[in-house]
């Protein structure tokens, strides 16, 4: 009982200290996102509380963080400026409309949920996810290189001089401390250790860099500071409830839903392999959906899983929904209490732990295993990563998925084999192996020689399954073209399920196919006693 209580009482430390360092986080990644997608920074901060808290309770992943991000914030720039556009200049109509876009967003991801839809990330090839991983890497780096950049007439231009020298200097000794403090003693939360050991050197040694204040100011924001959400009830009466209004927010709200989702699926199953524990991906579904439906409605910007954060919590030690939970409400109580001192944060410290992020997230392996996968599977890793950096994930895993897809059904249809041999009736046996569907039609129709075939000609499909209308359709043609010779055909050796695919699509069938099963291989299957004494015929 003690040593229950021992291990409870470590996990709600890690939890709480781990969730505290990504709030830190979590502010300038927000307030970034809310920049570009063209909204107050007020509006990405209430996203990363309101789905942060959410998620954190209701989720499928305990240990994943979720809040506003820039995959959804590219999708959310054309969205906003086109609905400032049907409004009058100043009435800031855009906001609007991308609150009620969250929310049908949400409603679409609540669905997703219900209907089961999270276990088809299943079918996500491991390619794929390792491209996924990279490419965010090569994101999440390239993002913080805007942290090199001043505004300067209205133009961002890089540091130079003893400013980036302080600048790289500050986040070198930050991703030094998160090296190197794990290295004495484990029971520190590193990155939150440096961020408070770099942000001690600025303000008592009074170095001029960027803060979280200077770079919310720089973007046009007048500070951190903020009440609680307030319900928009002007979303009601500015967005009328029209099938033009339907029409705009549907196509985004759709994108945003499965840009969402992926990314939270994606990085639900990255979460897995950390810690080696089993998530609910259809419950992560409905309360990413639930988040972002109560987000729209409190004037947030929408959001889903974030996989910067969610590697800092799994790395601080954080494990359970505690540590979620406490970086919204810190979140929250940096906004409404601790304005003054996080704006005085340097933003080197946080560069720094996203380096970090990046090094940790980056699947080195994948430069080891180049010469040891299939070519295809390395194009795809490519690919993805390379769309994921050009675009955005959802089409990067989408294109990644689709290119998988073809690849394994091209391999599968040139597998399809024919040995061929003549019984003493001199009945003609085709012995068909391979998977016969769409891909491999064509070359199980080339097996066959119809005019010079015997009287009597036997399909077995003994090593072969039917899969598919396509490979249906090619035997029932086939059969046609042998009757048409005046010619015998017997299908022999198909399963079950082959034969009440056949059966239902066309009575003809239950005259050409053989029911009894001649074959040993089918008595020993049948047969658990024959089973046993076969294995002992060959002392297994």
Same mark, same amino acid.
């Given at each position: 009982?003690?040593?229950?209580?021992?291990?409870?009482?470590?996990?709600?430390?890690?939890?709480?200290?781990?969730?505290?360092?990504?709030?830190?986080?979590?502010v300038?990644?927000?307030?970034?996102?809310?920049?570009?997608?063209?909204?107050?920074?007020?509006?990405?901060?209430?996203?990363?509380?309101?789905?942060?808290? +959410?998620?954190?309770?209701?989720?499928?992943?305990? /240990?994943?963080i979720?809040?506003?991000?820039?995959?959804?914030?590219?999708?959310?720039?054309?969205?906003?400026?086109?609905?400032?556009?049907?409004?009058e200049?100043?009435?800031?109509? /855009?906001?609007?409309?991308?609150?009620?876009?969250?929310?049908?967003?949400?409603?679409?991801?609540f669905?997703?949920?219900?209907l089961?839809?999270?276990?088809?990330?299943?079918? +996500?090839?491991?390619?794929?996810?390792?491209?996924?991983?990279n490419?965010?890497?090569?994101?999440?780096?390239?993002?913080?290189?805007?942290?090199?950049?001043?505004?300067?007439?209205?133009?961002?231009?890089?540091?130079?001089?003893?400013?980036?020298?302080?600048?790289?200097?500050?986040?070198?000794?930050?991703?030094?401390?998160?090296?190197?403090?794990?290295?004495?003693?484990?029971k520190?939360?590193?990155?939150?250790?440096?961020?408070?050991?770099?942000s001690?050197?600025?303000?008592?040694?009074d170095?001029?860099?960027?803060?979280?204040?200077?770079?919310?100011?720089?973007?046009?924001?007048?500070?951190?500071?903020?009440?609680?959400?307030?319900?928009?009830?002007?979303?009601?009466?500015?967005?009328?409830?029209?099938?033009?209004?339907?029409?705009?927010?549907?196509?985004y709200?759709?994108?945003?839903?499965?840009?969402?989702?992926?990314?939270?699926?994606?990085?639900?199953?990255?979460?897995?392999?950390?810690?080696?524990?089993?998530?609910?991906?259809?419950?992560?579904?409905?309360?990413?959906?639930?988040?972002?439906?109560?987000?729209?409605?409190?004037?947030?910007?929408?959001?889903?899983?974030?996989i910067?954060?969610? +590697?800092?919590?799994?790395?601080?030690?954080?494990?359970?929904?505690?540590?979620?939970?406490?970086?919204?409400?810190?979140l929250?109580?940096?906004?409404?209490?601790?304005?003054?001192?996080?704006e005085?944060?340097?933003?080197?410290?946080?560069v720094g732990?996203?380096?970090?992020?990046?090094?940790g997230?980056?699947?080195?392996?994948?430069?080891?295993?180049?010469?040891?996968?299939?070519?295809?599977?390395?194009?795809?890793?490519?690919?993805?990563?390379?769309?994921?950096?050009?675009?955005?994930?959802?089409?990067?895993?989408?294109?990644?998925?689709?290119?998988?897809?073809?690849?394994?059904?091209?391999?599968?249809?040139?597998?399809?084999?024919?040995?061929?041999?003549?019984?003493e009736?001199?009945?003609?046996?085709?012995?068909?192996?391979?998977?016969?569907?769409?891909?491999?039609?064509?070359?199980?129709?080339?097996?066959?020689?119809?005019?010079?075939?015997?009287?009597?000609?036997?399909?077995?499909?003994?090593e072969?399954?039917?899969?598919?209308?396509?490979?249906?359709?090619?035997?029932?043609?086939?059969?046609?073209?042998?009757?048409?010779?005046?010619?015998?055909?017997?299908?022999?050796h198909?399963?079950?399920?082959?034969?009440?695919?056949?059966?239902k699509?066309?009575?003809?069938?239950?005259?050409?196919?053989?029911?009894?099963?001649?074959?040993?291989?089918?008595?020993?299957?049948?047969?658990?006693?024959a089973?046993?004494?076969?294995?002992?015929?060959?002392?297994?």
């Amino acid at each position: 009982m003690t040593e229950f209580i021992t291990k409870r009482t470590a996990n709600v430390k890690n939890d709480i200290l781990s969730g505290l360092t990504v709030a830190l986080a979590l502010v300038p990644e927000a307030v970034a996102f809310a920049f570009v997608a063209g909204v107050d920074p007020l509006v990405g901060l209430y996203a990363a509380f309101m789905i942060g808290l +959410i998620t954190s309770i209701f989720g499928g992943r305990p /240990g994943m963080i979720s809040g506003a991000t820039g995959a959804l914030a590219v999708v959310m720039v054309s969205l906003v400026a086109e609905g400032n556009t049907m409004g009058e200049a100043g009435e800031n109509l /855009g906001l609007y409309y991308l609150f009620a876009t969250v929310i049908l967003m949400g409603i679409i991801q609540f669905l997703a949920g219900v209907l089961k839809l999270g276990k088809f990330v299943r079918l +996500i090839p491991h390619p794929v996810m390792m491209g996924f991983v990279n490419g965010l890497a090569i994101v999440i780096f390239l993002s913080q290189l805007g942290m090199f950049k001043n505004a300067v007439d209205g133009e961002m231009v890089w540091m130079q001089g003893r400013q980036l020298w302080i600048m790289l200097s500050l986040v070198a000794l930050t991703m030094g401390i998160m090296l190197g403090l794990p290295k004495l003693t484990k029971k520190l939360p590193e990155a939150l250790i440096a961020i408070l050991v770099v942000s001690a050197i600025v303000i008592f040694g009074d170095i001029d860099v960027a803060t979280v204040g200077s770079f919310i100011r720089e973007g046009g924001g007048e500070g951190l500071k903020g009440g609680l959400p307030e319900f928009q009830t002007d979303i009601f009466s500015k967005v009328p409830f029209t099938w033009e209004s339907i029409k705009f927010i549907f196509p985004y709200a759709l994108i945003l839903a499965a840009i969402g989702l992926i990314e939270s699926l994606m990085t639900l199953n990255l979460i897995d392999d950390l810690t080696e524990t089993r998530g609910n991906s259809n419950k992560e579904c409905m309360a990413q959906g639930g988040a972002n439906i109560v987000t729209g409605f409190f004037g947030g910007m929408g959001g889903c899983a974030m996989i910067g954060q969610s +590697i800092i919590n799994i790395k601080g030690g954080g494990r359970g929904r505690l540590s979620g939970i406490v970086a919204a409400l810190a979140l929250l109580a940096f906004i409404l209490f601790a304005s003054g001192l996080i704006e005085q944060v340097p933003i080197a410290a946080l560069v720094g732990v996203m380096f970090m992020v990046v090094i940790g997230t980056f699947a080195w392996s994948s430069f080891r295993i180049m010469n040891k996968i299939p070519r295809t599977d390395l194009f795809v890793l490519i690919l993805v990563s390379g769309l994921t950096v050009l675009f955005d994930l959802a089409i990067a895993v989408i294109a990644g998925v689709i290119v998988s897809a073809l690849v394994f059904s091209w391999e599968n249809a040139i597998r399809i084999r024919a040995r061929k041999r003549m019984k003493e009736d001199g009945t003609k046996i085709y012995e068909i192996w391979g998977p016969l569907f769409f891909g491999s039609i064509s070359a199980f129709n080339e097996k066959f020689d119809i005019k010079n075939d015997p009287e009597k000609v036997e399909i077995d499909f003994v090593e072969s399954r039917v899969s598919d209308h396509s490979a249906i359709e090619a035997i029932f043609n086939l059969v046609k073209k042998y009757e048409a010779e005046g010619k015998q055909i017997t299908l022999k050796h198909l399963s079950e399920d082959c034969k009440i695919l056949l059966y239902k699509s066309s009575p003809k069938f239950h005259q050409i196919i053989e029911e009894d099963i001649d074959d040993p291989r089918y008595h020993l299957a049948e047969n658990p006693e024959a089973f046993s004494k076969g294995l002992g015929e060959y002392n297994l």
